[in-house]
Nanobody
Framework: QVQLVESGGGLVQPGGSLRLSCAAS????????MGWYRQAPGKQRDMVAV???????SYGDSVKGRFTISRDNAENMVYLQMNTLKPEDTALYYC??????????????????????WGKGTQVTVSS
């Protein structure tokens, strides 16, 4: 089974920086798109940044110029460098993987077309 585990969240003062990491596991061969989403209390889950394999990144308008997404395809990792953090960045940040190719329990290679995989989230709180 494909699993995503986030790390790196925490409490930071406004203007500070954090780096989030996400590790994907589960006999994975490749992942088409990895990204980050966030959800604040009482709000919908929004896209923060996504990065297709071999393609360019896309960012939500509120984080452009401050956040940078990167991937290590060999290790099935995705990162989010967050700079100049603001109180409105406070949210639970989720890692996402779409289009995962992996080997199932029987060793058969499977392509999970259209299936979104999610981590459990890591909390980011920006406050003085």
């Amino acid at each position: 089974q494909v699993q995503l585990v986030e790390s790196g969240g925490g409490l930071v003062q406004p203007g500070g920086s954090l780096r989030l990491s996400c590790a994907a596991s589960g006999s994975i061969s490749s992942i088409d798109t990895m990204g980050w989403y966030r959800q604040a209390p009482g709000k919908q889950r929004d896209m923060v940044a996504v990065l297709p394999s071999g393609g360019g990144p896309s960012y939500g308008d509120s984080v452009k110029g401050r956040f940078t997404i990167s991937r290590d395809n060999a290790e099935n990792m995705v990162y989010l460098q967050m700079n100049t953090l603001k109180p409105e960045d406070t949210a639970l940040y989720y890692c996402n993987a779409l289009g995962v190719r992996y080997r199932d329990y029987d060793g058969v290679e499977t392509y999970s077309y259209g299936i979104n995989y999610w981590g459990k989230g890591t909390q980011v709180t920006v406050s003085s």
